[in-house]
């Protein structure tokens, strides 16, 4: 049986979707027939996790220290003995721009294991171009290395492979989307007269809050407001309220908050739409995720949601305010019968093609086929070229 040690900055829930993924990657991995270890400088909400099959999922916490230049040092350390004394196989980097992440890969480097790289969305023209300046002096030093070191790269969609190809990295590149937990089928909260439309994401630049809003008010329809449940980063709440201010909208609008566990799932009860307006995902978990609750999505063309067009489930519409209203239109418009219809063609899509389960039987083949050159390439491997 493998021992795979995957590695992630954070998994706290309130640290947003990559530490989530790994998770839930590391969980799914593990019960498909491997030993696990989760390693993160903060997993304090995860503490009960526990694996259920055939493989195990243990978790370990990153030794940290108040100055980096004796943390740095200190997790080397740690890594390579875990290393040494696990005889792990293969060590899987989940995210990037992390010096934590970095020294990681030095390790799997200077010990010729193997080291899978999951980007999570961090090669995305958008995310590139956002604090440039930081993110080009990392790609030139450590961040750099760590990427040509890869023996395998994990893309989420076609759209990631494509921003990893165009850094001029060549490793194969394996295509697994990230999955979502399906529970039981929602329970729609009766409404009287108002319906709501829910955007439930990171309340950060990138998420398009701003085109929302500025479509909001060319398209606005009595009956309806919209709810954004989502964590603040960098303090851009503020500016999406002054914008709501600014249109007079303060009654349509209603923040919640980071919400998790029983309160997430009220807001996906209580909504009738889901909207993401993002200009950059990797995945777009919280459309996997309002799609398992039976929910028509809005969302655009920066996350690889093709599938809304091919299973008839949403719409996937060009980032920006005219294509967001457009989509926001057609969904005000549509029969309140067509809407429901909708939202249970779209749990069937994550039913069939995002579950867990399949996602990690998908990714021990993978893993399986890059520590046995003479196994056969797995459906999911793209080679450069290809």
């Known amino acids: 049986m493998q021992n795979q040690l995957h590695i992630v900055a954070n998994t706290a829930v309130t640290s947003g979707g990559e530490g989530l993924a790994a998770l839930r990657y590391a969980e799914s991995i593990a019960r498909a027939g491997c030993v696990?270890?989760?390693?993160?400088?903060?997993i304090s909400d995860q503490q009960n996790c526990e694996s259920q099959g055939m493989g195990v999922l243990k978790l370990q916490v990153a030794p940290t220290r108040h100055n980096l230049l004796f943390e740095l040092p200190a997790q080397y350390g740690?890594?390579?003995?875990?290393c040494e004394q696990n005889k792990i196989d293969l060590i899987h980097i989940h995210g990037m721009w992390s010096p934590f992440l970095a020294v990681a890969a030095l390790v799997a480097r200077r010990m010729s294991i193997p080291l899978v790289i999951s980007p999570h969305g961090c090669l995305e023209p958008?995310?590139?171009?956002?604090?440039?300046?930081?993110?080009?002096?990392?790609?030139?030093?450590?961040?750099?290395?760590?990427?040509?070191?890869?023996?395998?790269?994990?893309?989420?969609?076609d759209q990631e492979v494509n921003s990893i190809r165009r850094l001029d990295l060549s490793q194969p590149v394996a295509v697994i989307p990230n999955g979502v937990d399906i529970g039981l089928p929602p329970r729609r909260v009766a409404h009287e007269a108002v319906k709501t439309i829910l955007f439930l994401s990171r309340v950060h630049p990138k998420k398009g809050l701003l085109d929302l809003v500025e479509a909001w008010a060319r398209v606005r329809q009595s009956g309806w407001r919209i709810t954004i449940a989502g964590g603040d980063e960098e303090g851009y709440r503020a500016k999406v309220e002054a914008l709501i201010r600014a249109k007079g909208l303060q009654s349509d609008f209603e923040f919640v908050g980071f919400v998790d566990g029983a309160r997430k799932q009220a807001c996906f009860d209580a909504a009738d739409i889901f909207v993401?307006?993002?200009?950059?995902?990797?995945?777009?978990?919280?459309?996997?995720?309002a799609l398992a609750n039976e929910l028509p999505v809005i969302t655009t063309t920066g996350a690889p949601w093709r599938d809304l067009v091919e299973h008839r489930c949403g719409w996937w519409v060009e980032p920006g305010v005219?294509?967001?209203?457009?989509?926001?239109?057609?969904?005000?418009?549509?029969?309140?019968?067509?809407?429901?219809?909708m939202g249970q063609?779209?749990?069937?899509?994550?039913?069939?093609?995002?579950?867990?389960?399949?996602i990690g039987s998908t990714a021990l083949e993978v893993s399986e086929w890059l520590l046995d050159a003479s196994r056969s390439k797995p459906e999911a491997v793209?080679?450069?070229g290809q």
């Open 126 to 157: 958008w995310a590139l171009g956002y604090k440039i300046r930081k993110k080009w002096l990392a790609l030139k030093t450590y961040q750099g290395a760590a990427l040509r070191s890869a023996s395998l790269f994990v893309a989420t969609a």
């Open 78 to 82: 740690f890594i390579r003995r875990f």
């Open 276 to 289: 993401l307006p993002t200009y950059s995902e990797n995945f777009g978990i919280a459309v996997a995720e």
């Open 345 to 358: 063609r779209g749990r069937q899509l994550v039913i069939d093609k995002y579950s867990w389960n399949k």
């Open 322 to 341: 005219q294509g967001v209203s457009a989509a926001l239109i057609e969904a005000l418009e549509s029969d309140p019968e067509e809407l429901r219809r």
């Open 36 to 42: 696990v270890t989760l390693l993160s400088k903060d």
């Open 382 to 384: 793209q080679e450069y």
